[in-house]
């Protein structure tokens, strides 16, 4: 899951790196770091192998671990821009493998805000199970759960479910081989 960047630099011809984190925003972020340090004056080739070498931070599009062929992948993303940009990502990254969502919405007043627009963003995988709000320092807000994301997946076009039941035996099955799963869990789930 990787990205390869071209910069053309001025007076430096063109420099082309590796970022190791995949999508085109982890992308746009390298060439901005990397003209930022050329502006300051740091040697362009250094800060491409510094570049190359960055692993990223945690929880942001994190290789948690594969076995059988099924990578989970963890993600804080819990903005519906976040959402989609990861997920853009995966799609990108899973070569053609089935992308599977297991989401959790995190604030009551969050999702009253977003939750449509997570929905939407949830329509970019194959199949998603979006599990409880998780509520954190909130309490809850009558009328607001995670059917709101569900019902705006949906609407949108996806597959979704609202438990985690089947979830393990789908990503066995003939329906599921060998699945990415991007996984955006809060509290005790993670």
Do not use: C
């Not at 070498?53 to 671990?65: E, F, H, I, P």
């Not at 709101?148 to 035996?169: E, F, K």
């Amino acid at each position: 899951m990787t990205s390869e960047v071209t910069v053309a630099l001025p007076d430096a011809g063109e420099i082309t790196f590796t970022v190791s984190v995949p999508g085109r925003h982890y992308a746009h972020n390298a060439v901005a770091a990397l003209a930022a340090g050329v502006r300051t004056g740091l040697d362009p080739a250094g800060l491409a192998h510094a570049l190359t070498a960055y692993t990223g931070v945690g929880r942001r599009l994190q290789l948690k671990g594969e076995a059988g062929g099924v990578q989970v992948i963890d993600s804080y993303a819990h903005h519906p821009t976040e959402m989609t940009a990861d997920l853009e990502a995966m799609r990108a990254a899973a070569g053609g493998r089935r992308l599977l969502v297991v989401f959790q919405p995190h604030l009551f007043s969050r999702t009253r805000e977003l939750g449509t627009e997570m929905g939407r963003a949830l329509a970019l995988a194959d199949a998603s199970v979006v599990l409880d709000i998780y509520p954190a320092r909130e309490d809850p807000i009558p009328g607001v759960t995670s059917a709101l994301i569900i019902d705006a997946a949906r609407a949108a076009g996806a597959r979704v479910t609202p438990s985690t039941t089947g979830t393990a035996s789908r990503t066995r099955s003939r329906e599921w081989p060998r699945p990415a799963i991007w996984f955006s869990p809060w509290g005790p789930v993670t």
